[in-house]
């Protein structure tokens, strides 16, 4: 079970908080991530984490302003999303795999279990 919470509605310039947590997965074989999927747009792995070597991956409109860490000794991540953009705004999913790399999972944007969504809204 993936369970997703935070999200909502901010300003451009501001900052959101994601958090994902992950129950009855043998989560040291797995990669987590954080999709994204606006209106008429492809999806998009925004940022993603190998739970096994912690090795990350962040799509391009990501880098420098999103950071996936993992909460110590939980199966849990959590996204922080600075300086957000308009184009920011979409769906967002917490998705884990098995097997993956981080770099295969975003690059890809594909996954096993999925979040059920966080609606993201940046707007001024």
């Known amino acids: 079970q993936v369970v997703e919470s935070g999200g909502g509605f901010a300003q451009p310039g501001g900052s959101l908080r994601l958090s994902c947590a992950a129950s009855g997965l043998t989560m040291d074989y797995y990669s987590i991530g954080w999709f994204r999927q606006a209106p008429g747009k492809e999806r998009e792995g925004v940022a993603c984490?190998?739970?096994?070597?912690?090795?990350?991956r962040y799509s391009e409109s990501a880098k420098g302003r999103f950071t996936i860490s993992r909460v110590n000794g939980e199966n849990a991540v959590n996204l922080q999303m600075n300086s957000l953009k308009p184009e920011d705004t979409a769906v967002y999913y917490c998705v884990v795999s098995s097997y993956v790399t981080a770099q295969a999972m975003c690059v890809l944007a594909t996954g096993d279990h999925w979040g059920q969504g966080t609606q993201v809204t940046v707007s001024s």
């Open positions: 984490l190998s739970l096994g070597d912690g090795d990350t």
